[in-house]
Nanobody
Framework: QVQLVESGGGLVQPGGSLRLSCAAS????????MGWYRQAPGKQRELVAA???????NYADSVKGRFTISRDNAKNTVYLQMNSLKPEDTGVYYC???????????WGQGTQVTVSS
């Protein structure tokens, strides 16, 4: 059974930093990418950053230069280092694993990030 366990969310002041982690366990056929999405109140879920098994990264324009995604393939763990946080970064952050071998995506339970003074 696949399980994604997220950690690292919380409350931080504007300009601060947080690091999110997501450990994926279970049986995967072929992971194509791992990533982070977020959903702010009243808005749709949006891609924040993703990284392929080969290390290619993709970022939302709003976080480029501030966020860094990385992964440990051996541990099936993905990280999101978030610096210079802004109030508009507030939302629930969801970990995502794209198992291309099964043609399905898996989601974590979400972790709350609140940026406020």
């Amino acid at each position: 059974q696949v399980q994604l366990v997220e950690s690292g969310g919380g409350l931080v002041q504007p300009g601060g930093s947080l690091r999110l982690s997501c450990a994926a366990s279970g049986s995967f056929v072929r992971i194509a990418s791992m990533g982070w999405y977020r959903q702010a109140p009243g808005k749709q879920r949006e891609l924040v950053a993703a990284i392929t098994t080969g290390g290619t990264t993709n970022y939302a324009d709003s976080v480029k230069g501030r966020f860094t995604i990385s992964r440990d393939n051996a541990k099936n763990t993905v990280y999101l280092q978030m610096n210079s946080l802004k109030p508009e970064d507030t939302g629930v952050y969801y970990c995502n694993v794209d198992d291309r071998g099964r043609l399905r995506a898996y989601w974590g339970q979400g972790t709350q990030v609140t940026v406020s003074s």
